[in-house]
């Protein structure tokens, strides 16, 4: 069974970038059939969808937060990870990793997620 | 505002069915399949139904959807306590080139 677990700073700074790692274990991240996302969740709303990354490096971006983050995978360590720059308290938001059903066509499936991580924008 | 338009309550008595709408256009749900969620609170949302009416392993029948046109719907049937959560639909959408989710549905068994 596929578990992710989130890991990083719970608290960043203003302006700072908030970078976070996803750990995969019970499968690989190598695989041919599944991205591995990060959706966010800000405290009492809803789901925002950050971005997807393929093992190969292929990523996609929510268009709406593209041009702040950046997101790479560590097939070694079974990991992935989110960079996002610029931060703001609009930030602040339960952030998760997930496996996402997106290889053949471009779905909303995310079949595995982590706990999640609460990140906070504070100074 | 999300681009998915989900009831913000819905509310049945243990052993009843209730329905979860979500509503979208022709970029969207029209185009493209749709999953839902179960978040329990305090915990991770739980894929319920995918492509439109698919069912993982482990979720019981009580749990069904379909689609029709640009609209979605979730059903939960013979409802139990336990079901009380907020219920999200998620689908991509052509012209936004993003995965999209409704704003949620908190449901009650009352």
């Known amino acids: 069974q596929v578990q992710l677990q989130e890991s990083g700073p719970g608290l960043v700074k203003p302006s700072e970038t908030l970078s976070l790692t996803c750990s995969v274990s019970?499968?690989?991240?190598?695989?041919?059939?599944?991205?591995w996302g990060w959706i966010r969740q800000p405290p009492g709303k809803g789901l925002e969808w950050i971005g997807s990354?393929?093992?190969?490096?292929?990523?996609y971006y929510n268009p709406s937060l593209k041009s702040r983050v950046t997101i790479s995978a560590d097939t070694s360590k079974k990991q992935f990870c989110l960079k996002l720059s610029s931060v703001t308290a609009a930030d602040t938001a339960v952030y998760y990793c997930?496996?996402?059903?997106?290889?053949?066509?471009?779905?909303?499936?995310?079949?595995?997620w982590g706990h999640g991580t609460l990140v906070t924008v504070s100074s | 505002q999300s681009v998915l338009t989900q009831p913000p309550s819905v509310s049945a008595a243990p052993g009843q069915t209730v329905t979860i709408s979500c509503s979208g256009s022709?970029?969207?749900?029209?185009?493209?399949?749709v999953s839902w969620y179960q978040q329990l609170p305090g915990t991770a949302p739980k894929l319920l139904i995918y492509?439109?009416?698919n069912r993982p392993s482990g979720i019981p029948d009580r749990f069904s959807g379909s689609k029709s046109g640009t609209s979605a719907t979730l059903g939960i049937t013979g409802l139990q306590t336990g079901d009380e959560a907020s219920y999200y639909c998620?689908?991509?959408?052509?012209?936004?080139?993003?995965?999209?989710f409704g704003g949620g549905t908190k449901l009650t068994v009352l």
């Open positions: 990354i393929f093992y190969g490096g292929s990523t």
């Open positions: 019970g499968g690989s991240i190598s695989t041919r059939s599944y991205y």
């Open positions: 022709s970029s969207n749900i029209g185009d493209n399949y």
């Open positions: 997930a496996r996402h059903d997106g290889v053949y066509r471009y779905t909303a499936t995310f079949d595995h």
């Open positions: 492509d439109n009416n």
């Open positions: 998620g689908t991509w959408d052509n012209i936004l080139s993003a995965v999209i």
